[in-house]
């Protein structure tokens, strides 16, 4: 009854008719009218007791009185005179949307205008498609779906929602045009609403802030002003990562707010953050100035530049970069940070191959083990580093000196074709069951470890 009453009220919400179909009716046992008067405690008064709700008594097992419910509906719609258009441009909308292992994306429409063939290029939501096949309900193709019909729409580069509109479209560059926009739109609805709460978390940041400062300047304590004397010196003589910036803000609080949070900032031996000033209000030459010797990037939150400051720093080749969200300029110093750690090494795995047999080859006056493989993913690449795996161990590692297959030296091997293998390294030994794992090395930029708390 739950689901039943939760369908009553999308209905009115909808303001749309509400026909009852009462199931089940083939069991013994099922009492009509205790459902009737339980429908009428929600007010569903059904039309032979004086209401104006339809209803129907079926057996969805046995398919009894399908056909009666299909009359009712169409009574209804020809009492709320209920027509579609079968020209011009499709219009309708999706009731479900799946994945078929098959067919792959499809979703189930009601066209309600214009006629739908194949070919057509429709939108829903941010989805498109181009109609490449049709099914009615019992799984029968369509060549065409005029008002009213319900068919199963191929053809769809992603899944729409249910209840989205549908439109038909002149071509796939427009489809693609409505799409972009709508999601532009969505992007700037979140970013307006993601504004709001970022701006009420930093006004009860900022609250929060004043109150404490009040306190420390009610018992004499004030923030020790960073000094910049001698910074120059210890800059030059210290090669290691760092990140001078200026911050520069609207207000105490403001600039109190971002201080706080670089406090939290403990990651000095990866990356120095260096803060050589900080002050409130507009950017002005004298912060470019003090910027310029350290190549520093100046964080303007919520005040302007001034165009003499703008100007020079253009001159002297420095950044000056304004933020509204507090968070936002957090980001951008975290991202900052980053590049300016050094690159570290990552393994990428490209294929791995299985031992099936270790043979010895005579090179010279010396034998030399041979992994005997087969690659089981990826593909093995002679130019590539390849590491003996044993029980999850990493035995050895190293450059291959050769790669054969069918005593023919190859440059590389493919899934579930057999191989030998030979490292440079001699001393590197085999046993069947062994993984060898065939794998690049790359250089790949760090992140830093700061956690500012949000």
């Not at 091997?413 to 030994?429: H, N, P, T």
Request: charged share 30%; net charge negative; aromatic share 6%.
């Amino acid at each position: 009854m739950e689901q039943t009453v939760e369908s009553i009220k999308y209905a009115r919400d909808a303001n749309v008719p509400i026909i009852v179909a009462i199931n089940k009716c083939d069991k013994h046992g099922t009492d009509i009218e205790n459902v009737k008067k339980g429908l009428l405690v929600h007010g569903i008064q059904m039309d032979d007791e004086g209401g104006d709700v339809q209803y129907v008594c079926i057996s969805a097992l046995k398919g009894t009185n399908l056909d009666k419910l299909t009359e009712t509906i169409l009574t209804q719609a020809e009492l709320m005179d209920i027509k579609g258009d079968p020209r011009g441009l499709v219009e309708g909308v999706v009731l479900e949307s799946t994945t078929d292992k098959h067919r792959g994306k499809l979703s189930t429409a009601l066209i309600q205008r214009g006629t739908l063939r194949k070919g057509c290029y429709l939108v829903a939501g941010e989805a498109w498609a181009k109609v490449r096949a049709m099914f009615d309900e019992w799984g029968k193709p369509l060549q065409n779906a005029p008002p009213g019909t319900p068919a199963q729409v191929i053809g769809w580069r992603n899944l729409p929602s249910a209840g989205d509109d549908i439109i038909e479209v002149e071509s796939e560059k427009r489809a693609h045009e409505v799409v972009e926009l709508r999601q532009s739109r969505r992007q700037e609805k979140k970013e307006e609403a993601d504004s709001v709460a970022i701006q009420k978390k930093l006004e009860e940041h900022l609250a929060k802030y004043r109150a404490e400062l009040q306190e420390k300047r009610s018992l004499g304590i004030r923030r020790k002003r960073r000094r910049t004397t001698n910074r120059e010196k210890e800059y030059q003589i210290d090669d290691s990562p760092r990140l001078p910036i200026v911050i520069k803000g609207d207000v105490d609080g403001s600039v109190e707010a971002v201080l706080d949070i670089l406090d939290t900032y403990h990651s000095h031996q990866d990356c120095q953050l260096d803060l050589i000033h900080y002050g409130v209000g507009p950017v002005t030459e004298s912060d470019v100035e003090l910027a310029q010797p350290f190549n520093g990037i100046i964080y303007a939150f919520h005040v302007p530049a001034l165009e003499s400051a703008t100007q020079l720093a253009k001159e002297k080749n420095i950044t000056i970069r304004d933020f509204r969200v507090i968070y936002h300029l957090i980001d951008d110093i975290k991202e900052e940070l980053g590049r300016r750690l050094p690159l570290v090494e990552k393994e990428e795995v490209i294929g791995e191959a299985i031992v099936l047999q270790e043979f010895l080859v005579n090179e010279g006056r010396k034998k030399v083990p041979v992994a005997g493989c087969r690659c089981t993913k990826g593909t093995l690449k002679k130019n590539a580093l390849f590491k003996v795996v044993r029980e999850g161990v990493t035995l050895h590692s190293g450059p291959l000196s050769s790669m054969r297959h069918l005593k023919e030296e190859v440059e590389s091997i493919r899934k579930d074709v057999e191989c030998g293998l030979m490292f440079v390294d001699s001393s590197a030994r085999f046993q069947n069951g062994d993984t060898l794992v065939c794998y690049a090395v790359h250089q790949v930029p760090q992140e830093t470890d700061w956690d500012p708390g949000f």
